[in-house]
């Protein structure tokens, strides 16, 4: 019974529709075996109009003034041919649009920011040639408060001091940190192991003591889901012996160490942990610092943003030992002696090496080699004879400069935090169909100017476009997951 009322009272409901006036907009319906769209609105006299757009397989619709009306209580379109065809009017949904904003995340200060000082992420022998002499590994924590990003870029900053010394939280070290949390970021400072006698062998030891720490504090982070980190978004940064081994980490692999190292065996290494590697770095910013090996640029593809004078007196800019002034050949006899009793001197006390480090490659270098490899490198330079770029020589923070090079690492570090931006596309097998292609979306949004959207999923949307209308395209705009937005448009 109640079966039998529902169908009278539709049918009641479809002739009292019928006999009112269509209300202008767009209606989806279907001729024969054809879906189409129908116009309805009114001309200047205030007599209704009708067309219909069929689509026909063509990004543009075959459009043709058609009558609707009522016979025998169903909707008839008539065509100027003569034909009639019986149809049902499903109103069209026109899905709401807006352009995302611009968005700042990652690029001005937003976020207050929270700190932990002094988080343990290993346990480490203090000195590799006395058993049972262990030491903690701490790193401090700074993270945006009241961010509402489900996930979080990580940047891991190493501070400097030539691997002899040096803390995580030097002066200079502590804005950066808190700047680039404010933007979005969770930040680590990590304390590596520090110090090493004055001779190739010990500073070689101290070098890839640091890596093996930086890999752990990387793999602790990843373990702590609190913390809301992204895995694919880790970001590094250092300065001076910071950047060398921000570098390495981006860069070196286990068979890239040299032989001394791998015959040390676990002496070095935080304890259960290895340089087996299970996260990439997206970026690098390399604040006055140098690789070991060149050879190391060809195991991934890591974008590097570079700070260093030419005339660095301490880094060389393109290749050299660190740490002194690159001499010549000798020009008088007071430089052969020199010459000669340092090379002396190094054969008798090899602890009081005149070279303490390998020969190294600065960022000149490192910038030629990215470009030759079609990865993206920039680089910024001074000609001021300096070391540290925004220290003053009474040791004090030259800020300009500082904010300048922290604001130029947060665009070179945004710019790098999708892998591959949005990229719009018809589909050049079906001209109807639209769509993009990346993994990295959370969310988008579809418009149609000049036509309407006849089907979508969240990535693909096919088009029927109205011929008169005076212009077309099609855009998309959203969000990546890591919180920035993006706007694309087609115009046809």
């Not at 929270?114 to 022998?125: A, H, M, N, P, S």
């Not at 995580?168 to 933007?183: G, H, I, V």
């Not at 400069?401 to 710019?415: G, L, P």
Request: with cysteine.
């Amino acid at each position: 019974m109640k079966t039998g009322r529902r169908v009278v009272l539709l049918a009641f409901l479809l002739v009292a529709a019928c006999s009112k006036p269509i209300e202008p907009g767009l209606y989806r319906v279907r001729v024969g075996a054809a879906d189409g769209i129908l116009r309805a609105g009114t001309d200047s006299l205030g007599n209704e109009t009708f067309l219909f757009y069929a689509d026909t397989g063509s990004v543009y619709a075959d459009t043709v003034t058609v009558a609707l009306k009522t016979e025998k209580r169903k909707l008839w379109l008539s065509f100027p041919d003569g034909r009639s065809e019986k149809v049902t009017l499903n109103p069209y949904e026109v899905l709401e649009f807006h352009r995302f904003l611009d968005s700042d995340l990652y690029l001005l200060p937003q976020f207050e920011v929270g700190e932990t000082k002094d988080v343990v992420f290993g346990r480490v022998l203090r000195d590799a040639d006395k058993e049972r002499e262990y030491a903690n590994l701490t790193m401090d924590l700074y993270y945006p408060k009241n961010d509402r990003t489900e996930t979080r870029p990580l940047l891991m900053t190493f501070h400097e001091g030539a691997f002899l010394e040096g803390d995580k939280r030097d002066t200079s070290l502590l804005e950066w940190n808190r700047y680039f949390a404010s933007l979005g970021y969770v930040v680590s400072s990590v304390n590596y192991r520090v110090g090493s006698r004055r001779n190739q062998k010990d500073t070689d030891e101290a070098m890839y003591r640091a890596l093996k720490d930086a890999n752990a504090a990387v793999r602790f982070l990843l373990k702590r889901d609190s913390l809301m980190i992204h895995s694919d978004r880790i970001f590094a940064a250092g300065a001076d012996a910071g950047a060398v081994t921000a570098l390495n980490l981006a860069y070196m692999r286990e068979e890239d160490l040299p032989e001394i190292i791998r015959e040390q065996g676990d002496s070095v290494v935080v304890v259960r942990q290895t340089l087996l590697r299970g996260f990439d770095i997206r970026a690098v910013a390399n604040l006055w610092g140098a690789i070991p090996d060149t050879t190391i640029l060809l195991n991934a593809d890591v974008p590097v943003i570079s700070f260093q004078s030419v005339n660095d007196p301490v880094m060389p800019f393109q290749a050299g030992h660190p740490y002194e002034e690159q001499e010549e050949d000798p020009e008088t006899i007071l430089d052969f002696l020199k010459s000669a009793f340092e090379s002396i001197l190094s054969v008798f006390l090899p602890d009081i090496e005149m070279h303490p480090f390998r020969e190294m490659y600065g960022a000149g270098t490192i910038d030629r080699i990215l470009r030759e490899r079609g990865v993206q490198s920039v680089l910024y330079t001074s000609e001021e004879e300096m070391h540290n770029l925004f220290l003053k020589e009474d040791g004090s923070v030259d800020y300009p400069i500082y904010d300048e090079i922290k604001e130029q690492t947060a665009r070179f570090f945004a710019s790098k935090m999708e892998t591959s931006p949005v990229f719009l596309r018809q589909d050049p097998e079906d001209a109807q169909l639209f769509l993009i292609d990346n993994s990295e979306v959370e969310v988008c949004q579809w418009n149609v100017e000049g036509g309407v959207i006849i089907g979508r999923s969240d990535d693909t949307i096919r088009i029927l476009l109205f011929p008169e209308a005076e212009s077309h395209s099609v855009s998309v705009s959203g969000a990546y997951t890591s919180g920035l937005t993006f706007f694309e448009t087609i115009t046809l």
